[in-house]
């Protein structure tokens, strides 16, 4: 038996009516008193096994009470019209303020990005490898034997020494692909690199590589040459001056380093270039027949070149970073409202 | 021993105009030849020697040419470039050719050639100004006149040489392993353990005088009172010296030198010069023939070239005459045979060895100046190869990044104890030997460590509304090897005591990607830094691919909340299913729901999987779960409604009914 107590309900019912904020809110009140399940639906169920005198009685209560509901419904409903309409002028009249966060990308990441979408452009695959490498692809298959005078250049940090370490140059990625598929090929890669070098606010012990491969039957300089000139423009816009030399790298021959003229001084010799003008910006080359071979490639019928530039330098360049730390080292902001136009 | 600088080497511009008299080129068109044929400039410096006006020259040498980190071998250089004769200083010396000299080669392996000279009467003393002026330019401290005299030839030259004290060598000289001595004083006072394993030293019947190629020893130094010399000068199999220098940790000029490949031949000229300065600067006459190893002469190579190579390598048109002249030049026998040129390089170029190391000299000399470097090249198409992670990768940096969250990289180098808070995998921490950051050997095994570092930085510096991801390698031995996987770790810090704002941007991006079949469980292995009772594992189609947990409420930071997925395995399951998610919406939907109780225990997705059977692929549009209502005895009702397409309302009821109806004890409430 429900205890009717018409007032405390119609009270309950009113408080509840006078707080909903929105018709669907109003609804549900609805369905609670006045629904098929409902208060109201209820009384009047066990009304039936009531004394005449009583049946009456609580009949006339309940209509009472589920028209007094219906009222305030209704009353309630035409002024949440009213609000929602004084809402809805106001939002034409003002804007909302709060500014949703936006997520960003990392400058590395954005960087590589833009790289990749030059070489895909030119139908280049994007490839990735292992961070922890053998000795073996990172140097022996890349021309670079046990106690070879090039292994001085780079500084290796071991798990399991000498034949488990973390990769000194993406160049092992290279090895990887080359060892992998057959050629025709044409790839590129970004890769994190490590070296037991000390940290300071230009060295860092961890970097990042950017590395391209491409084997043909017939390849050449001038290939590599134009590749990297285009590159450059790219990056730096069409007036970049770019001069090519011959620089060694076991994994090459001919080696090339492609130098960017110092876009500080043009040229003429500043602290940022060390006083030469230039500043070296990769390292490339037509992939040594022994790399090829050791591969299983056949070096007498293809032919490839091989190119790999630091990223972290550009990266701190294009965005105005002076310290190669802030990159991994947790000092990376992003402004809450800015995003990089990537369009 | 002083820092050395491996990669350089300087040179006056005195001395080479003196070795290439007819050099026009001043000194910065020589800095910018030698650049661009392999030698880079590394600085330009005006200097005064011998009271004039100089300029000294510092060149990158990276290849295997120790020819190069010499006066002489440089001065080459120049005078290949420009075309120009080279002048070598006139050396007479007239040895003994009678007595003979206590001296040997033991370790007959490693050396290939030695040369060994005694000179006695001779009178020591300090150094004149200009050879302490010219060491002061290659960071070389004066010791006296003879130690400084062998490092001049050794700079002008390219061959170390070593000078001993005469009555200080006990009985036999000689070049021998060590499988005697414990430890080694060099020069400098300096105690270098040896180790007794393959370690070649210079020795007498008593005593270690010197690790032979790299350093001499204290005993048998030279002093102002030295009046009689043992002077030696040889070159050994490089691998043994370079060894020796890492093993023992020990790199001068000497083992710069003679770890790489240098020419045994050259040898002749160099102790002459060595010689003939030391009688000339501090007098003394020689008491015997000198002693002299060279059992297997040195004999350069004979190379094949087709001389179109290196017009084919270039890409541009290089005619063979100039091929001649550029490596004549550069001091290459050249003749012609059936099938084109043979060419022996010089003997002090041990670095030539095959054809390409013949073209790469023959192109640096054309210059790569004079191919074309701004037609984009017409290479041509290729199969694509990318793997399907990469851009998988790529599409979840755009989606969380529109999710509001911000990307970070970090260090994947951490602590062992961090590791242990944050693994929940079943392998083993992998730590570095030699890293030279003591403080974090080991290779992280979640993506946790790098993300809770950032978030600590971000509260020191007041960072609000810190929402991070970042996708990097993790780290872990499994069964014995070493193994990684791409992760993807996504951390956010909430106001909400709730794990749903995270759940929600991973189930939005694993959705975004295709992935329906989506559900969670119990972890068996939490992390420690998870809060046990609010962790789950991620599973699509079976397979667990990641976790998603609180932190533990003493981390202290507020409201943590940390996901982790294996996006290996992700892209592999990528690789297994093709979803299409269009269809020719030729029928209006049919939306009806149905109840249905279900214990606690009984995972709703599996019973979910049973009625998509049932319905069949094609008719569902979609499936949600409307409510869920707890009821006693540990059961809960569901309210599913099912979206179906394609049907007519009685095909939809009657699917509905078989779905729900036939197999079940539940109750149905359909509404459309």
């Keep these: ?343 | 021993m002083s820092a050395i600088d491996i990669t350089k080497m300087k040179i006056l511009y005195s001395q080479i105009k003196q070795l290439v008299p007819q050099l026009k080129a001043n000194s910065r068109e020589i800095g910018a030849a030698l650049t661009m044929t392999g030698f880079m400039m590394d600085s330009l410096k005006k200097v005064n020697f011998k009271g004039r006006p100089d300029y000294l020259i510092s060149f990158e040498v990276r290849q295997n040419r120790p020819d190069c980190l010499s006066v002489i071998g440089l001065a080459k250089e120049v005078a290949a470039y420009y075309g120009l004769k080279f002048m070598l200083p006139a050396v007479a010396v007239r040895y003994p050719k009678t007595g003979q000299l206590n001296i040997g080669v033991e370790a007959k392996k490693y050396v290939q050639r030695a040369f060994a000279v005694e000179i006695k009467e001779l009178k020591n003393r300090q150094s004149p100004a200009w050879l302490k002026e010219f060491l002061s330019f290659y960071n070389i401290n004066s010791i006296n006149l003879l130690v400084d005299l062998s490092n001049y030839a050794m700079i002008f030259t390219g061959y170390p040489s070593h000078l001993l004290d005469k009555e200080k060598v006990t009985g036999r000289f000689f070049w021998a392993l060590n499988n005697e001595f414990n430890e080694i004083t060099t020069l400098d006072g300096s105690r270098i353990p040896l180790k007794k394993k393959e370690e070649l030293l210079i020795r007498d019947e008593k005593n270690g005088l010197g690790l032979a190629g790299i350093v001499g020893g204290k005993i048998a130094s030279l002093d102002l009172g030295t009046d009689s010399i043992i002077a030696e000068m040889a070159v050994y199999d490089r691998v043994i010296i370079r060894r020796n220098s890492r093993d023992l940790n020990v790199t001068t000029e000497a083992s710069h030198r003679l770890g790489k490949d240098l020419d045994p031949n050259g040898l002749d000229f160099a102790s002459q010069f060595l010689v003939s300065l030391i009688l000339e600067n501090c007098g003394g006459r020689m008491t015997a023939k000198p002693f002299s190893y060279y059992p297997k002469k040195y004999l350069a190579p004979k190379i094949k070239l087709n001389p179109a190579l290196p017009s084919l390598y270039a890409g541009i048109e290089i005619p063979v005459a100039k091929t001649v002249k550029v490596l004549k030049n550069l001091n290459f026998k050249v003749s012609q045979s059936k099938n084109g040129l043979v060419v022996i390089p010089p003997e002090n170029r041990m670095d030539v060895a095959i054809k390409e190391d013949v073209i790469e000299e023959v192109i640096r000399l054309v210059g790569y100046d004079k191919i074309p470097a701004n037609q984009v090249p017409q290479l041509r198409i290729v199969d694509e190869i990318t793997p399907k992670i990469i851009h998988l990768k790529e599409k979840i940096r755009d989606i969380l990044s529109i999710l509001g969250l911000d990307e970070i990289l970090s260090w994947p180098l951490t602590k062992k104890e961090i590791n242990l808070l944050v693994n929940y995998r079943n392998w083993e921490n992998i730590a570095t030997q030699n890293s030279v950051n003591e403080e974090y050997p080991d290779l992280r095994q979640s993506m946790a460590t790098g993300l809770l570092f950032q978030l600590d930085e971000y509260l020191k510096k007041n960072v609000s509304h810190i929402r991070l991801f970042e996708i990097g390698k993790v780290f872990g031995k499994d069964k014995g090897r070493y193994s990684e996987n791409e992760s993807l770790g996504i951390l956010i810090q909430s106001l909400g005591k709730s794990i749903t704002e995270l759940k929600q941007i991973i189930e939005t991006l694993l959705r975004f990607l295709g992935f329906n079949d989506l559900r969670y469980r119990i972890v068996d292995t939490k992390p420690q830094l998870a809060n046990p009772y609010s962790c789950w594992e991620i599973i699509i189609k079976n397979k667990a691919i990641g976790i998603l947990y609180k932190l533990q409420p003493d981390y202290g930071k507020g409201n943590i909340y940390f996901a982790e997925m294996n996006l290996s395995e992700l892209a592999r399951l990528l690789e297994s299913f093709h979803p299409n998610p269009v269809i020719e919406l030729d029928k209006k939907l049919i939306s009806l729901d149905a109840n249905v109780e279900l214990y606690e225990k009984e995972p709703l997705d599996e019973f979910l999987g049973e009625v998509k059977k049932k319905i069949g692929e094609k008719n569902i549009w979609a499936i949600t779960v409307e409510d869920a209502f707890p009821l006693e005895n540990n059961r809960i009702r569901y309210t599913i409604r099912i979206s179906y397409q394609g049907l007519t309302d009685n095909e939809a009821k009657e699917k509905h009914l078989n779905a729900f109806g036939l197999e079940r004890n539940i109750s149905h409430n359909f509404a459309v």
């Design chain 1, 1 to 343: 038996m429900v205890n009717l107590d018409p007032e405390a309900l119609k009270k309950e019912a009113e408080n509840e009516i006078n707080q909903a904020a929105n018709p669907f809110e109003l609804g549900e009140i609805y369905r609670k008193y006045l629904g098929s399940k409902g208060v109201v639906r209820m009384i009047l169920k066990e009304i039936g096994s009531l004394p005449n005198e009583e049946r009456k009685k609580r009949g006339l209560l309940a209509k009472e009470l589920q028209e007094s509901i219906k009222k305030l419904i209704g009353n309630r409903e035409n002024q949440l019209k009213v609000t929602a309409g004084d809402v809805a002028k106001k939002e034409e009249e003002t804007l909302d303020f709060a500014i949703p966060k936006i997520g960003h990308l990392h400058p590395l990441t954005q960087t590589v990005r833009m790289l990749n979408q030059l070489f895909i452009e030119m139908g280049y695959s994007l490839v990735d490898g292992p961070e922890i490498e053998t000795d073996e692809f990172c140097f022996r298959r890349l021309n670079v034997p046990l106690d070879h005078p090039a292994r001085d250049m780079q500084d290796t940090i071991y798990i399991e020494e000498p034949d488990f370490l973390l990769r000194t140059q993406a160049s092992s990625i290279e090895a990887r692909i080359l060892a992998a598929y057959q050629p025709p090929l044409k790839v590129v890669c970004a890769g994190r690199v490590y070296r037991n070098e000390k940290v300071n606010k230009s060295n860092h012990f961890i970097f990042h590589h950017y590395q391209g491969v491409v084997v043909l039957e017939r390849i050449s300089l001038k290939d590599l040459f134009g590749t990297f000139t285009y590159l450059f423009k790219k990056m730096y816009g069409p007036e970049v001056i770019v001069r090519y030399r011959n620089k060694y790298y076991p994994e090459v021959e001919p080696g090339v380093g492609p130098d960017m003229q110092c876009f500080n001084c043009q040229g003429k010799g500043c602290s940022l270039c060390k006083g030469v003008g230039w500043i070296e910006m990769a390292g490339a080359g037509i992939i040594h027949p022994n790399v090829l071979e050791m591969a299983g490639i056949d070096s007498q019928r293809w032919m490839g070149f091989a190119f790999g530039l630091g990223l972290d330098r550009w990266v701190m360049t294009k965005y105005k970073i002076t310290d190669i730390r802030t990159l991994l080292g947790g000092s990376v902001g992003y402004r809450y409202y800015e995003n990089e136009n990537t369009l």
